[in-house]
């Protein structure tokens, strides 16, 4: 997965649906079903309620065919939601290892985050 998680100039860490899709789909079972992104779409106001849901959308570029679609990008907090929706195992993963290492990347100063990576042997997940 490539830039599975985004920084902004605030630190804010986020999400999109559709990474959100890919780590899922990468963590089931060789052989199992993989999930689908206009299924995934389908089901967020369920989890999340449809009041707030309007504030995640935006809009994605295809890079290939120009095509245009909605898609969320979620915070934290509503990624690990979405996530636990499907699988409590991801759920776990994504909170514990994604957000937690950006979150080390952009709070840390990089030498310090450097040798705190190699003295603590983290291990993304």
Same mark, same amino acid.
């Given at each position: 997965m490539t830039n599975l998680m985004q920084v902004t100039e605030t630190a804010v860490v986020s999400m999109t649906s559709l990474e959100i899709? &890919? =780590?899922? @789909?990468?963590?089931?079972p060789e052989g199992s079903a993989e999930l689908r992104h206009d299924s995934f779409m389908t089901k967020v106001p369920k989890v /999340?309620? %449809?009041?707030?849901? !309007? @504030? =995640? /959308? %935006?809009? +994605?570029? +295809?890079? !290939? @065919?120009?095509?245009?679609y909605p898609i969320y990008r979620f915070p934290?907090? &509503?990624?690990? /939601? #979405?996530? #636990?929706?499907?699988?409590?195992a991801a759920q776990a993963a994504i909170g514990m290892s994604k957000f937690a290492h950006i979150y080390l990347v952009a709070k840390t100063p990089k030498t310090a985050y450097n040798s705190y990576v190699h003295k603590d042997s983290y291990q993304s997940g």
């Open positions: 899709v &890919e =780590f899922i @789909n990468s963590r089931r /999340l309620g %449809e009041g707030g849901v !309007q @504030n =995640f /959308l %935006e809009t +994605h570029v +295809h890079p !290939q @065919n120009g095509q245009t934290k907090r &509503e990624s690990m /939601l #979405m996530a #636990m929706s499907y699988d409590y």
